[in-house]
């Protein structure tokens, strides 16, 4: 089986964001992946500190979920033309993944989904989304999603159409890729 974590959201509960990344992991979950959600509240994590390893019960959940995914789905809301810090300080806990076997996000897929009112703040956060993937040694999948709330619904049972589609289709390159890069049991 495949594990994707997907991971976003903000402050508040059902925002537009969390909903993005629930939609991909749908995709994930349709493309035959078991899927992890850790979003909005449970993202509310100490800053991240290079200079101890002292980790609260969250912070812990979070760095296991990074470790064993073989797919990372991230869905951020575009603050001021660029990733939240909720969502940037969240990643930067992989750094305790630096000196695993697997460091980091190596090898893996992460899909990226920016939410925010406008195109420019949506496109500008979509590329530190990326720009953070790579850094991390993950593969960013073909498709990114933006996501302008302002134009778009993501409310239940009333999401556009053609973005949901997008989201859907981000979750499953992710899993696909999983999938075709599967490391053999030992």
């Not at 629930?22 to 979003?39: N, S």
């Not at 912070?59 to 940037?88: C, N, Q």
């Not at 939410?115 to 850094?135: C, F, M, N």
Request: glycine share 12%; charged share 20%; with cysteine.
């Amino acid at each position: 089986m495949v594990k994707i974590l997907a991971i976003g959201g903000s402050t508040r509960p059902g925002s537009s964001s969390e909903r993005a990344v629930r939609l991909a992991g749908e995709g994930a979950r349709a493309a035959g992946a078991d899927v992890v959600y850790i979003t909005g509240r449970d993202l509310i994590l100490p800053i991240y500190d290079t200079e101890s390893s002292e980790r609260d019960d969250l912070s812990v959940a979070l760095v296991e979920a990074l470790r064993t995914a073989d797919g990372v789905i991230v869905a951020s809301p575009g603050y001021h033309g660029g990733i939240s810090g909720m969502i940037k300080n969240a990643l930067d806990y992989a750094e305790d993944l630096a000196k695993d076997e697997r460091p980091y996000l190596d090898g893996r897929a992460i899909g990226c989904i920016a939410v925010a009112y406008g195109w420019q703040a949506t496109v500008s956060t979509l590329h530190q989304l990326r720009q953070v993937g790579h850094a991390l040694r993950a593969w960013p999948t073909p498709l990114g999603g933006s996501v302008n709330a302002g134009a778009v619904s993501l409310s239940e049972g009333a999401e556009d159409a053609a973005t949901k589609a997008q989201l859907e289709m981000i979750g499953r390159q992710v899993a696909e890729f999983a999938f075709r890069h599967q490391t053999p049991a030992k």
